[in-house]
């Protein structure tokens, strides 16, 4: 990657400033779609969360203005550390640096080297030979995972399956996704319509879609958001907002279902 001055001028601050930025990168947060990053954290009661979503406008665009807006792709998602440290040697430096600070402070519970002695006597008298550590992998293979949404801690080292450190917890999977069978019900739009959108994301099985472009294309279609929630005053009619779908019983039997209330 070449230089930008922006890029420059990073490499150029003090590396008190550095490392202040970096700690920010630790473990990367994105606000929840429609909420701030405060609200976003899992100390927010949920009721907190869904009254705040209630005044949402939902005949405006769906929240796409964030950096991990797609769910699904958070399995190649860089971590800042591994993006940064390839822009430049000196950035490389920069991370290399601040990693080994994180490492150190974690020593005691994390790692066990023998940093003590490394500083007293280099690294020709100390065992294991820790000359070749690269520090930023080190942590980041160690550092405990945490939901990039909600902040929530997922799991600790030594974890007890393989997680990637960026990701997600399940409440906030759900959050963000709608499965084919809930988009039907939900907003009255056909499977064949979902699966061959080119402009809707899901995952490899076709199981899942996210829900922001659901979202976006609800508005482009209805000019609203809003789920096509049946009433008492709707049953037998058709549908208020597309006009399409009538509403009966056997529907709204359909919408209850366990699967649905169990993840809830």
Not at 6 to 29: A, C, G, N
Not at 245 to 251: D, G, K, S, Y
Request: net charge positive; charged share 25%; glycine share 2%.
């Amino acid at each position: 990657m070449r230089p930008t001055p922006t890029l420059t001028m990073f490499e150029k601050l003090p590396v008190e400033i550095i490392d202040q930025i970096l700690s920010y990168l630790v473990h990367p947060r994105c606000r929840l779609p429609g909420l701030s990053e405060a609200q976003s954290s899992h100390d927010i009661p949920e009721k907190t969360k869904r009254s705040i979503k209630d005044q949402e406008d939902l005949t405006r665009p769906p929240d796409r203005d964030r950096w991990a807006t797609d769910i699904f792709s958070l399995h190649v998602v860089p971590h800042p550390f591994n993006a940064l440290a390839r822009t430049s040697k000196r950035c490389h430096e920069h991370v290399e640096n601040y990693c080994s600070h994180l490492v150190r402070a974690c020593n005691g519970t994390m790692f066990n080297l023998p940093f003590a002695q490394l500083d007293k006597y280099g690294f020709k008298c100390v065992h294991p030979d820790m000359s070749g550590i690269v520090y930023r992998r080190l942590w980041l293979q160690h550092a405990p995972r945490r939901c990039v949404y909600c902040y929530a801690v997922l799991d600790r080292y030594p974890f007890s399956q393989v997680s990637r450190v960026i990701t997600a917890c399940k409440g906030c999977f759900y959050r963000q996704a709608l499965t084919i069978d809930e988009v039907s019900r939900q907003y009255h739009v056909s499977s064949d319509t979902i699966l061959n959108s080119k402009h809707i994301r899901g995952n490899a099985s076709a199981l899942w879609v996210l829900r922001i472009d659901v979202e976006a294309l609800a508005l482009q279609l209805y000019r609203t958001r809003a789920f096509h929630e049946a009433r008492k005053e709707q049953f037998g009619r058709p549908c208020s907002i597309c006009a399409i779908t009538r509403f009966n019983l056997r529907q709204i039997a359909k919408k209850r279902a366990p699967k649905r209330l169990l993840r809830n």
